[in-house]
């Protein structure tokens, strides 16, 4: 305060809820604030060097005034919350503290006086805000929790009975979850908390309120009052339920994709949860159903696609191989003729289009078998040195009409347990995956081992695959960047799943210099030799 002027410290003084007054040692008022003089029906003037101490009170407090606090402030001790009534047109209650210091001018009694009254309604008011603060404290806590919750499951009867769970957990006695079904609105979830009576459970929320009304109009449709009587005419035994007041809400999901409504019973007027947390609620819960609607279609999606997939590949599979027959029994009919080499160029090009449609039809025909779980494996010791090399021999062609070569390091006599031909199959897609990005560039394909481990590295000089992406490559109907070539999307899908089978694993790295590495670890002793932890160094 040191820094106001006379006149702001006067006006700050006057616009203190309580009073405040300055004394000489005698009792004589010399300062008083506006409020001081407002409570005694007087103006500051009047009290000011005309009131003594004792003038400030009734007689009652006069008497208690001159028994108990001026023979403390005689010694020179405080008070503290002493009740007193000031004087004037209407007594005021007030809590006075006091106390005796000196000054520059001479010792001096303050006195600090708090309208009971007011101080009461204040703390009224403080506790009302407490108490607001502290329930939407609680409703951000409970929405925070279903926003963690609930989008768990992927399943819409899952999510839903997590969001009547979560319900009687924190604000309610029952919940009922209705979405939009082949006839109507349909119950399909609900939940009782530990102390409600079990008979609420057969309420029928339809028979309390119009479903259909409260969605099409997006609007809550709350009950303070729901008695007995009206539950028993919706199903609940008449009686089951206590007297006491019991509130019903049915709340619409926010307008979207999925369409229902989500029902709230909770007992007693002071328990009946706040409506902008049941709409919020209701909000959170609609998100987290409308991802598992979506979630659920895309699935039904796949599923649909794959077995699709599954259906055409067996169809196409024997007029392929009819074809393959064909092409072969033409190139040798025309072997000697003038237009051999021509015909021969010519089936040459039919043959690699049909060796590129019978490997799409069996990237699909395995794909139905990985996401059945029925892809078997043939064990056997095979010779992967000799199988890499066979592979390698086959691809060379892919590698040539690009204009560069496939580079072999792989020696005979290098064995593991293994299915051979799927093996083979793994080994086919990664060299054509190198054949397709290596963007004209040679590609390696390398094999090592040593006791336990075997290991198959594919290496390009393309422009490799970015870190973020390394992941996703392995993801079903993925393609890399940088190719028009078709396909789709299958072949590392399928590799991963291969190579899992045989208890190994695959990943991609950098190549030196450019490109990417895909690297392919087994056991040698078979999959029940997992590769987990350690990697062929």
């Known amino acids: 305060m040191a820094g106001l002027s006379a006149d702001a410290l006067e006006s700050f003084q006057d616009d203190l809820p ?24 007087k103006s500051v003037s009047e009290v000011e060097g005309h009131l003594h101490l004792p003038d400030l009170f009734t007689v009652g407090s006069k008497i208690y005034l001159e028994t ?13 919350e002493v009740a007193m009534e000031v004087a004037g047109p209407q007594p005021r209650p007030v809590l006075l503290n006091a106390d005796y210091f000196p000054t520059a001018h001479g010792p001096r009694i303050r006195l600090l006086m708090v309208d009971i009254r007011e101080r009461r309604r204040y703390e009224r008011e403080l506790r009302r805000e407490r108490e607001r603060a502290e329930a ?36 309610a006695d029952a919940c009922f979850v209705h979405l939009r079904g082949q006839s109507g609105l349909e119950l399909v979830a609900s939940a009782l908390a530990p102390h409600a009576p079990p008979p609420l459970d057969r309420l029928d929320v339809g028979k309390l309120v119009d479903l ?22 919706a199903g609940v035994a008449d009686g089951a339920l206590s007297p006491h007041p019991w509130g019903f809400a049915c709340v619409p999901l926010p307008a979207g994709d999925l369409e229902g409504c989500v029902s709230f019973v909770w007992s007693g007027i002071d328990a009946a949860p706040p409506g902008t ?26 599923r649909s696609r794959e077995e699709l997939m599954g259906i055409l590949a067996h169809e196409f599979g024997n007029p392929l191989s009819t074809l393959r027959i064909q092409v072969e029994a033409w190139r040798r009919r025309v072997e000697g003729s003038p237009d051999a080499a021509h015909v021969q160029r010519m089936m040459e090009s039919v043959q690699r289009q049909l060796d590129r449609m019978s490997r799409i039809v069996a990237d699909m025909l395995d794909l139905s078998r990985i996401r059945a779980g ?55 897609n990664l060299l054509s995956n190198a054949a397709k990005y290596g963007q004209g560039r040679p590609a ?38 940088g190719t028009s070539e078709p396909g789709a999307g299958l072949g590392l899908y399928i590799v991963r799943h291969l190579v899992g089978a045989h208890g190994g694993r695959i990943w991609v790295e950098d190549t030196p210099g450019g490109g990417a590495t895909f690297v392919v ?17």
Do not use: K
């Not at 010399?30 to 407002?38: C, G, Q, T, Y």
């Not at 939407?136 to 806590?141: D, G, N, P, Q, V």
């Not at 997006?218 to 539950?231: C, G, K, N, Y």
């Not at 695959?465 to 390394?470: L, M």
């Open 68 to 80: 108990h606090v001026s023979p403390l402030l005689r010694m020179q001790q405080a008070v503290r």
């Open 136 to 171: 939407s404290e609680a409703h951000l806590r409970v929405l925070a929790e279903a926003a963690q919750r609930l989008p768990r499951s992927l399943e819409v009867e899952a999510t839903a009975a997590a969001v009547a769970d979560l319900a009687v957990e924190h604000f």
């Open 444 to 481: 390696t394909v390398r094999l090592r081992a040593d006791e336990r481990i075997l290991r198959i590295e594919v290496a390009d000089r393309g422009l490799g695959v970015p870190p973020a992406e390394r992941e996703r490559v392995f993801g079903r109907f993925e393609r890399l960047e």
């Open 18 to 41: 309580v009073g405040l007054v300055l004394c000489d040692p005698d009792g004589l008022v010399l300062s008083a604030n506006a409020r001081v003089a407002d409570w005694l029906g």
């Open 212 to 233: 259909e009304q409260a969605v099409e109009g997006q609007a809550p449709i709350v009950d303070p009052e729901l008695t007995p009587s009206r539950a028993a005419a």
């Open 277 to 302: 947390l049941l709409q919020d609620y209701a909000g959170v819960a609609s998100l987290a159903l409308c991802n598992a609607q979506a979630h659920e279609r895309a699935r039904a999606a796949v």
């Open 374 to 428: 029925r892809l078997s494996l043939a064990l056997a010791r095979t010779d992967v040195g000799r199988l890499v090399q066979d592979v390698a021999q086959r691809q060379q062609p892919q590698f040539t009409i690009r204009g560069t070569t496939l580079h072999v390091e792989a020696e005979d006599g290098v064995d593991a347990v293994c299915d051979a031909m799927r093996l083979e199959q793994a080994l086919v």
């Open 521 to 537: 670890e087994l056991p040698r002793q078979g999959p029940d030799a997992r590769v987990d932890a350690a990697r062929l160094t």
